[in-house]
């Protein structure tokens, strides 16, 4: 059950309703009333919304390397994080883009992926290492920007601090997976 307080979506600030109607073109409502994932707490500062959504595009969309390394660095993050709203929707994404059950299995268990694809395997220490030392050895440095130039590399160590950000507010919230997930990925204790 999430923490935000329901909101009656027709007695919001003109700012928050004119973000809702662009959300509700391209999503549903949950049966509780709220939208998912991020929006309903970015919605309370609409500059937050569109700031943050509109970097959010940005990763999804215009990077310069592949869609399903976006999803491996996702997945790495919400793993993390045990983020049960990212997990649950960019896990079905990863799968859809070809990141392998067994990859996105071991992600999740916090195991090593037994990775076919070494662009896959950089991205996930990029991520790890970020998450967990905060900084990236001289070794994946060198094999980040052999692979991805410096532009990738600052686009994958701030798309890692990006979704940092979502799976911190999910959390925060206690945002759950969506309606139509199977299975709570990471129980709350």
Do not use: C
Request: net charge negative; hydrophobic share 40%; charged share 25%.
């Amino acid at each position: 059950m999430t923490r935000l307080t329901p909101k009656d979506w027709n007695n919001v600030s003109p700012a928050q309703r004119e973000i809702y109607e662009a959300l509700m073109e391209r999503r549903d409502l949950r049966t509780d009333g709220d939208i998912g994932g991020p929006f309903d707490a970015w919605i309370l500062n609409p500059e937050l919304h569109r700031r943050a959504a509109g970097l959010g595009l940005m990763f999804e969309r215009r990077t310069s390397f592949p869609y399903r390394l976006v999803k491996v660095v996702i997945l790495t993050v919400a793993a993390h994080y045990r983020a049960n709203y990212p997990w649950a929707v960019h896990s079905r994404y990863a799968l859809d883009h070809g990141v392998p059950q067994a990859v996105i299995d071991s992600i999740h268990n916090g195991t090593p992926p037994p990775f076919d694809d070494d662009h896959d395997r950089i991205v996930h220490t990029l991520a790890t290492e970020l998450l967990e030392t905060h900084e990236l050895s001289d070794q994946t440095y060198a094999e980040a920007i052999a692979a991805f130039d410096e532009i990738g590399v600052a686009e994958l160590a701030n798309l890692t601090g990006f979704y940092v950000m979502v799976a911190m507010t999910l959390n925060t919230f206690h945002v759950p997976e969506p309606e139509w997930a199977e299975s709570t990925p990471f129980p709350r204790p």
